[in-house]
């Protein structure tokens, strides 16, 4: 390499770098303003929004008074007043609400102080007053005014609710409710101190202002907002205000106001120009420390991505591996205990069936811990099948709690439903979800419909071969609003602290991830009907999610000692030993258990915890046959330990999996000591 090379390189390099600098100078100047323009419109929009939710808020409060003066309620002097005062302690940026007869004289004025001049007067009087009454008369509709001038005073606009009597054709007008409001109040109040100190806001209905900034205002702001609006810098957009449109427009005040020439975008170019030196000398130094120097570089920082992120997944899988630990050893006691009390209680007794629910009930928990295993040990996960039919027969008897004595439920599944790429505990949440939601609507009762069957087209209109899942209630039954928006996270109709919202947002995920869709049906009163298609599959029978229960193993008693660091487990495991007429003893720990073995005492067989504190499981198998123990060993563990079946026979071991149950546990321990294996 010649000696100038490294300054040609240089130089090379500070062209190519500092000229799409300038460029990018250029087009951040010109996109900076775009950017300002379109935060000044997404706040333009927002701010609409503001103000169309705080006034619909209010009208709706009118509203209610309208049904209640309907209803009879408030078709008295004192409890119209109470009513109106409520509301008005609500919501502010009233100025009255009045109540006005049938021949449109304003009657009763609430409060009364400050619209002393509206009692007794005749709405008719203003013309614009009196088009929009007429409009809400005529058309039996609820009528918002254009602004006016207010008889108390200001500037305002005023809403008309009628109140009729009778039915049918014989309906006759009784009187109207009077929402009036002044602008002033009503806009500030939607719109934040910050944004009227930092922005002029305009609101006009067609040709008359609704609202606008204070009229003294000095030249050099006029002439300011002039000069802002003649570059365009302001944003405009509607305000669904009732039955009317009006226009907000919103533009930056004093230091807001957008600047072209800004330090900063020279600052960039200063800045990007030496960026440009820099990168040069860099080059030349580059080339000078040659090709192997920045082979090491690369080979480094590859090296060390790959150990951060083997370091993060290792720590992942041990908080997984952790919590999957500690999950098992209270599913293996919850297990245990169910299971030792099936044995207290008649067969077919109720409470029998609660038992046997308990126990389906923690081999479900069982899989959610698998996974969490499986994670930790970096194993693939296998794809998982459910047959839905059987699966839902398994389910009916899980229901019986959750539905009440006056709701009558239709449990229906048609034969040979089939399989679909779904796991049982997620087709479980799926239904109690659903048949939740149905019950709290019908809180005086009714029918709940299940059906499952096949079909071969969904309302997605897609032909093939699918599982069709129908829940049906004839409850309350649900607005065209709320339709929009149940699947929607965080959404409840409940009061607070009755429901997450994430019931129905829950079962839209599980069917979208099975490829398959959700359809609801519903109206106010006349009940919901939700249907879930799912893809049927063809699977074999080996694939499917299912327990298999383990036979039973030939009947021996002798001592037995236990090993387990979770009380819970080892009162369980002891309980059931002894009732099945062990002799046991128990050890917190394998340091423990080694020596009560050292002290003598004999044992036919030794059941240890694997993962335990001072002495884990297979470190106690060594030590113990070490010492000359040459009874059985059975090893409990959530997950396999990691050694070899070659291994495990070499130590004259048996795996039991947790959590088991009374039935497993004997068996592995009848099995182990009956097996006459042999051990290095």
Known sequence: MKRSTPYLVAGLVFLVFATPVFYVWMGLRNKSARSQADRLHLLAEQSALRVEEYLQSRLLAVQVLQQGAESGLFLERFPF?????????????????????????????????????????????????????????????????????????????????????????????????????RTEPLIEGALHDGLRD????????????????????????????????????????????????????????????????????????????????????????????????????????????????????????????????????????????????????????????????????????????????????????????????????????????????????????????????????????????????????MPKGGKLWVRVSRTQRNQDQERGDWIKLVVRDNGEGMTQEVQDRVFEPFFSTKEAGHGTGFGLATVYGIVRRAEGSVHLQSEPGQGTEIEIYLPRESVQEAVLQTPTPRSSAPSWQGKVLVVEDEPEVREVMRAILVAAGHEVRTARHGAEAIRILHSGAEFDLVCADNVMPELGG????????????????????????????QDLQSLGMVFLSKPFTREELLAAVATEVNSGRTFS
């Not at 009657?107 to 509206?118: H, I, S, T």
């Not at 295993?373 to 959750?402: N, T």
């Open 81 to 181: 007043r109470d009513q109106s005062l409520a509301i008005q302690h609500e919501f502010g940026g009233f100025q009255a609400v009045n109540w006005a007869d049938a021949s449109y004289t304003i009657r009763w004025v609430v409060p009364l102080e400050g619209n002393e001049g509206a009692v007794d007067r005749n709405i008719t009087e203003n013309p614009i007053a009196k088009r929009a009454l007429l409009e809400a008369v005529e058309e039996r509709k609820n009528v918002m005014t254009p602004p006016i001038d207010l008889f108390q005073g200001g500037r305002g606009f005023a809403t008309y609710y009628p109140v009729w009597a009778g039915e049918g054709e014989e309906q006759m007008l009784v009187g109207l409710v009077n929402g009036v409001f």
């Open 198 to 441: 930092n922005y002029y806001v305009y609101i006009y209905d067609e040709g008359d202002w609704v609202y606008r900034p204070d009229e003294e205002v000095s030249a050099a702001e006029s002439g300011l907002r002039q000069e802002v609006i003649d570059q365009a810098h302001h944003a405009a957009t509607e305000i669904q205000a009732h039955n009317r449109t009006w226009y907000l427009t919103l533009i930056p005040k004093g230091s807001f106001a957008p600047i072209h020439e800004s330090d900063r975008h020279l600052s960039l170019l200063v800045g990007g120009l030496s960026f440009s030196v820099a990168l040069g000398v860099l080059a030349a130094l580059f080339l000078m420390r040659r090709e192997e120097h920045r082979k090491q570089l690369a080979a480094e920082r590859t090296l060390d991505e790959h150990m951060a992120q083997a370091q993060k997944m290792d720590a992942v899988g041990q908080l997984a591996g952790g919590v999957a630990h500690d999950f098992n050893n209270l599913l293996t006691a919850i297990t245990g205990s169910a299971s030792l009390a099936m044995t207290e209680v008649e067969p077919q007794g109720k409470a029998s069936k609660y038992l046997q629910r308990l126990m389906h009930a923690c081999r479900r928990a069982s899989e959610m811990t698998g996974r969490l295993l499986a994670f930790s040990h970096a194993s693939r996960v296998e794809q998982v099948y459910c047959d839905i039919g059987a699966e839902l027969e398994e389910l009916r008897g899980l229901l019986v709690p959750l539905v009440r004595e006056d709701i009558a439920l239709h449990y229906e599944v048609a034969p040979a439903v089939g399989c679909a790429h779904i796991s049982p505990a997620e087709l479980g949440q799926i239904l109690v979800n659903l048949v939740t939601n149905a019950v709290a609507a």
């Open 618 to 645: 297979v470190d106690l198998a060594k030590e113990a046959r070490a010492l000359g123990f040459r009874g059985g060993f059975v090893l409990c563990s959530g997950y396999p330990p990691d050694l070899s079946v």
